[in-house]
């Protein structure tokens, strides 16, 4: 018999189509739609209802440090980094960044060191071109100096006679070359000597050195401010009274610790 119920044909029953008149309304919504938006609407409804039973049956007494601690972002409970980790765990984690924070300063300056011993010469125009980035590396130690050739003499008579051509001993035309200026015994022999073009190739390859380097020193003053306040606040984490005494240049906090009388 199933086999005969399967050889009669049956009408195949579709979905019922959204009106044309209500086409502007959307998708006509389907039975499994309307089960889903049922089933999320009585569970909100029950959840209010739980938190109604809840409220009327608390406690008025009832008190937790959290009701104090807790703090909420937009109806949203915020969870800070203090109540999250406990103190020897955040002492831990400021001593990694302090580290990692001292060992960044220590690459950064073999790498200011290494630039520094590359730049050898720099043009005076280029300095005078560019007096912000010479005001700031002449508050760092390692400061870059214009190179001069200072020459001494006995007399006036003697500097006036004075030939610069002679004296370093090459052409008067490579003579206002602060560098790679060769000597004629060098230009009467085989050796090549950079062309004009290449000589530009080298100075603009010291500009952009010179750029990385203004550019390194300016992250190592970040660095430097960084470790200054990660320092403070793992000593600020230890134990000792401290008041607070002022402000320094960077505009980090100054503490000074009272000394305690050791039994």
Known sequence: MSSLRNAVHRRNHKERA?????????????????????????????????????????N???????????????????????????????????????????????????????????????????????????????KEKNELKQPQHIIFFDSKKEAK?????????????LINRKFNRPRIKTLESDIMIPDDEELQILHQNKILKYQDLKARIKRQRQLEKAEQELQTQKNLMGKGRRVKIGVDANGLSIYRWKNDRKK
């Open 18 to 58: 959204q009106p044309r008149s209500r086409q502007r309304y959307g998708l006509l919504e389907k039975h499994k739609d309307y089960v889903l938006r049922a089933k999320d609407y009585h569970a909100k409804q029950n959840r209010l209802k739980n938190m109604r039973e809840k409220a009327y049956f608390r």
């Open 60 to 138: 008025p007494d009832e008190f937790y440090f959290k009701m104090i601690n807790s703090k909420t972002k937009e109806g949203v409970h915020v969870i800070e980094r203090n109540s999250a980790f406990s103190g020897d765990m955040i002492k831990l984690l400021k001593s990694q960044d302090l580290n990692y924070v001292k060992t960044q300063r220590n690459l950064g300056n073999k790498k200011i060191e290494k630039i520094q011993n590359e730049i050898h010469f720099i043009d005076s125009d280029l300095v005078q071109n560019d007096m912000e980035v010479d005001e700031e590396l002449s």
């Open 161 to 173: 006679k004075f030939d610069p051509a002679k004296y370093f001993d090459t052409l008067p035309e």
